[in-house]
């Protein structure tokens, strides 16, 4: 029991802190951009009738809210991932509603200011196209007028919402989840790199030595330097701000098709310590490359002394 306590200690948990301007960005958000977002993509998916291109223009609205969002959550230095999750399903939630105001305004001429605070009269319309449409499918689809409607539709819908939500919530949710400093209330910098690990004959003994402070095995096939073969381990490394902090690792299974292209990444071990003497013969053996933002951190701080 108390060895489990160690392990899980060893592992990166957010804080649960955040800034009360967060907030007020989350407002400004609700107040400007998902309107805007709202009535350039109904105005978008109404006026272009291409299926695969509207599903791009859904995946780019929730990419859009995701990146509003992504930024919000790093600058205002966001660790609780419930709350981050709370308002991207809030600011999701919002823009399903505006765009629905918006759509119904424009198939049936009324102002969508009037709808905006009349929800039962945005249902009864979308009830009426639930039943008869407003699109078809095919290239006599203008001579046949069959409409997509009905169970089709609504499954058209939810799926859209999935997209919207799915790619709104991914690059947010994992920012908050990174590895943050306390201490000099910064975020870890992420060190860039191709350091790719054999894979062990016995991955679980790996990760007991290194959730137990061993990292001898780690090192030892970093600098074998093999990788041979369509499956390896990939390894990060996440920079502290301050030098009396840790470091942390993941870990990730690549797997290769047949065109060495990545087929498969599943994440073995995630954001586990690993002290500085560790980490520095991993850097020293294979050269690491700091992203961008440490980079230009970095000539910042040359140019202030």
């Not at 200690?9 to 649960?16: D, L, V």
């Not at 609700?30 to 995946?59: C, K, M, R």
């Not at 790996?206 to 061993?214: A, I, P, S, V």
Request: proline letters at 4%; glycine letters at 4%; charged letters at 20%.
């Amino acid at each position: 029991m108390i060895s489990t306590m160690v392990k899980n200690t060893r592992y990166y948990k957010p804080s649960g802190g955040y800034s009360k301007a967060f907030f007020w960005y989350c407002l400004l958000l609700l107040a400007v951009d998902i309107p805007v977002l709202s009535v350039g993509y109904v105005y978008l998916e109404h006026y272009i009738n291409i299926v695969q291109l509207n599903f791009l223009i859904t995946a780019s609205c929730g990419v859009a809210i995701g990146g509003i969002m992504y930024y919000m959550v790093k600058s205002c230095k966001v660790r609780n991932p419930a709350i981050v999750l709370v308002c991207i399903v809030i600011a999701v939630c919002v823009f399903e509603y505006i765009q629905l105001c918006i759509f119904v305004s424009l198939i049936f001429n009324i102002s969508p200011f009037e709808l905006l605070f009349s929800p039962g009269t945005v249902f009864e319309g979308m009830s009426k196209i639930y039943e008869k449409g407003t699109w078809c499918i095919g290239k006599r689809c203008h001579i046949s007028r069959d409409n997509v409607s009905g169970i089709i539709l609504l499954i058209v819908w939810i799926m859209e919402f999935i997209i919207i939500a799915s790619c709104a919530i991914v690059l947010p949710l994992l920012k908050s989840k990174s590895p943050f400093s306390e201490m000099a209330d910064s975020w870890y910098a992420k060190m860039n790199s191709q350091i790719k690990i054999d894979m062990p004959e016995n991955f679980d003994d790996l990760k007991n030595n290194m959730e137990n402070g061993n990292f001898t095995e780690l090192i030892r096939l970093v600098k074998e330097k093999k990788a041979i073969g369509r499956c390896f381990l990939r390894l990060a490394l996440y920079e502290p701000p301050l030098s009396e902090e840790p470091y942390y690792l993941v870990l990730e299974r690549i797997t290769l098709d047949e065109r060495n292209k990545v087929k498969k990444a599943k994440t073995l071990v995630k954001y586990l310590s690993i002290d500085k003497q560790s980490a520095m013969e991993i850097i020293q053996t294979v050269p690491l490359i700091p992203n961008s933002s440490s980079i230009f951190k970095r000539i910042l701080q040359k140019f202030q002394k």
